[in-house]
């Protein structure tokens, strides 16, 4: 005989840009979220505090969008901030799902940043998502990685822009996994769609177009 408690079953937390639904932010579906729980987010374009600078707090939970389509579904970080952080031990069951991120702006990682963690790294997973017109001063204008092992699945990235290195993703470290990506008209100093230092890509089925760096 099995049996099972109603705390067993993972639970959908439906989130609106409107901030109606069962939490206001995406954020706030993330802090009352439990393990393996799903974020689900409504069509449209979260914008404001709690729609930025989005942080997981170590769950493996799953931030999705309802259409699965990222072009309908659109984290927009104004400038202000970027989309989101991972730095308290996030692995493969952290995930994020069918979204854009744009406008984001930071130092390292406009888009994602994934923080140096001891001794395992931080690994979440990316799925189905475009970064487009992200820009940071140094590292990363789309994700930044350092001691990762982050995957990332049929993402897109375009337009994103980095001073220094890596106008797409910066991984330092690091062992990305890159499946169907796409990078095209990214911008940086270094490593225009992608720069790697001490870190072994696994890339599989990748197209790069047109990206332009300047050194």
């Known amino acids: 005989m099995v ?17 109606t639904g069962d939490a206001p932010t995406i954020q706030a579906g993330i802090d009352s979220a439990a393990v393996a729980d799903t974020v689900l987010l409504a069509n449209g374009t979260f914008t404001g505090m709690g729609n ?10 799953t931030v999705r969008s309802e259409s699965g389509d990222p072009n309908l579904c659109i984290i927009d970080c104004q400038e202000a901030g970027r989309g989101f952080y991972f730095h308290s031990g996030e692995w493969y069951g ?6 854009t991120i744009t406008n984001g702006s930071a130092q390292a990682g406009g888009g994602i940043f994934v923080a140096y963690h ?20 140094l590292y990363g204008g789309a994700i930044y990685c350092d001691n990762s092992r982050i995957a ?7 337009f994103n822009w980095s001073d220094a290195d890596g106008g797409g993703i910066c991984c330092v470290s690091s062992t990305p996994t890159l499946t ?36």
């Not at 109603?6 to 409107?18: I, M, N, Q, R």
């Open 94 to 99: 952290s995930v994020i799902d069918g979204v």
């Open 52 to 61: 930025r600078d989005i942080d997981f707090n170590g769950k493996a939970i």
């Open 180 to 215: 169907n990506c796409t990078f095209h008209n990214n911008i940086a100093n270094h490593g225009a769609g992608m720069y790697s230092e001490w870190s072994t890509p696994i890339i599989s089925n990748c197209t790069y177009v047109a990206n332009l760096a300047g050194g």
């Open 3 to 19: 049996l099972f408690s109603p705390g067993s079953y993972a639970k959908t937390w439906y989130v609106k840009p409107d901030g």
């Open 118 to 137: 001891w001794p395992a790294g931080i690994s979440p997973t990316v799925t189905n998502c475009t970064f487009y017109d992200n820009r940071v001063e």
């Open 152 to 158: 990332l699945t049929n993402c897109t990235f375009y």
